[in-house]
């Protein structure tokens, strides 16, 4: 029987999907309650193929009127809008290793939703935040919130899965419980490199940082890291 590529390859994500569907969480990435995430990196070292993640977060709403929770199912990442919708905002991922010589890993989106917390969903826009392999850094301001997802499976020549690829969708929201702050335009940017910068195995460790902008120009930052 011959098998086209194209088939091979429907038949490896299939058993990627289910292999993902039966597996403990490897770990997560997940924000306070009441906190989006607000930027999203990905660092290498010389023993981390992909590099670990970073996410930080802040504040939108108060933890007492914020519900969170996953997805009903883990993301196919066939392409398709899936993560977030309606009324609700990325607060964090839980994260499930595909291929361990790789590390190719996929991010399935805890959504979190809040009375005070209004998305406009009419003026949403749509951004690559990775290319295959590589490192990378993405940042919204203050008034957007990431809520759709979707991504794609990347292979080599070997068929071998090396990196999966993600966009988001980014909406514009307000607030009720924490108006926009309008700091000085002199303020320097609000930078929180915290925690260790490398595990006693060579690799870079995940992070989670809860950031609070403070007028007029200051900032705190709380760093939770985790060596994998």
Known sequence: MIITKSIQLVILSSILLVSVLSADIDFALICDKGY??????????AYSPLGSLTVECEQVALPE?????????????????????GNTWLGGFHVYLLEN????????????????????????????????????SHSIVADLAYRGWQCWHQYDRNRTLVDLLWKTEICPFTSSDFPVLTRK????ECS??????????????VKVIHKKLRLPCACECNCTFKCL
């Open 36 to 45: 989006r995430v607000s930027s999203i990196k990905r660092s290498k070292t």
């Open 65 to 85: 009127t914020t519900n969170c929770a996953p997805q009903q199912s883990v993301p196919k990442c066939t392409g398709l809008l899936e993560g977030c919708t």
């Open 101 to 136: 010589t790789t590390q190719a890993a996929v991010l399935d989106p805890v959504c979190c939703s809040s009375p005070s917390v209004q998305i406009d969903s009419g003026s949403c826009i749509n951004d690559q935040l990775n290319t295959g392999t590589r490192d990378f």
């Open 185 to 188: 335009t002199d303020c320097e």
């Open 192 to 205: 929180c490199e915290c925690g260790i910068e490398q595990c006693s195995n060579g690799v870079a460790p």
